[in-house]
T-cell receptor, first 112, second 118 residues
Framework: DQQVKQNSPSLSVQEGRISILNCDYT??????FLWYKKYPAEGPTFLIS?????DKNEDGRFTVFLNKSAKHLSLHIVPSQPGDSAVYFC???????????FGTGTRLQVFP | GAVVSQHPSWVICKSGTSVKIECRSL??????MFWYRQFPKQSLMLMAT?????????EQGVEKDKFLINHASLTLSTLTVTSAHPEDSSFYIC??????????????FGPGTRLTVL
């Protein structure tokens, strides 16, 4: 039972363009969502998060959008840079729990 | 930034042996550490949550007698895979939460340990 899904295992984007990574969830109790970036042989690093009381959170080139009615969130990276090439995981947690549920990840490749 | 290390980074062992994986927070204290397992092309699955000085809390379906977790200090947690079998081969990742904060963005991940059981 995959509660957090990233249906695109990979994405290839040209440098300078927008990268859009998508994530869907099934548990309506989730109230906090995070995106992590992972390079090979390294642990995931926190990128950006959003609470369920918001529908958008922006940090520099990174923006996360949340559509609660559709149980969908997306990460926009603009402009994309070659250094953004990595695996991106979305994760979710429910209020008053000490647990993160991860998606399967999307491998982003930004080419020149 | 906060650093979490894991040792070893990879290990190969024979079936039936036990393997210990260490997770250390290098520049902060962590009252809570988490252990995850990731199979190829799958998501990180939480195995257990360990709190310094107390017993770990295991997720449903994770055998506590097989995956022994010890969190004896604020900077070290260990995961011991006992009597390892080939199906235990996986990528094990720990994370540590900085005790100075409670938000998810103060949880830092280690680089992972790849375990291969022959």
């Amino acid at each position: 039972d995959q509660q957090v899904k990233q249906n695109s295992p990979s994405l290839s984007v040209q440098e300078g363009r927008i990268s859009i990574l998508n994530c869907d969830y099934t548990n309506s109790m989730f109230d906090y969502f995070l995106w992590y970036k992972k390079y090979p042989a390294e642990g995931p690093t926190f990128l950006i998060s959003i609470s369920s009381i918001k529908d958008k959170n922006e940090d520099g080139r990174f923006t996360v959008f949340l559509n609660k009615s559709a149980k969908h969130l997306s990460l926009h990276i603009v402009p994309s840079q070659p250094g953004d090439s990595a695996v991106y995981f979305c994760a979710a947690s429910a209020e008053n729990t000490d647990k993160l549920i991860f998606g399967t990840g999307t491998r982003l490749q930004v080419f020149p | 930034g906060a650093v979490v290390s894991q040792h070893p980074s990879w290990v190969i062992c024979k079936s039936g042996t036990s393997v210990k994986i260490e997770c250390r927070s290098l520049d902060f204290q962590a009252t809570t550490m988490f252990w995850y397992r990731q199979f190829p092309k799958q998501s990180l699955m939480l195995m257990a949550t360990s709190n310094e000085g107390s017993k770990a809390t295991y997720e449903q379906g994770v055998e506590k007698d097989k995956f022994l977790i010890n969190h004896a200090s604020l900077t070290l947690s260990t995961l011991t895979v006992t009597s390892a079998h080939p199906e235990d081969s996986s990528f094990y990742i720990c994370s540590a939460r900085d005790q100075a904060g409670y938000a998810w963005d103060t949880q830092y991940f280690g680089p992972g340990t790849r375990l291969t059981v022959l």
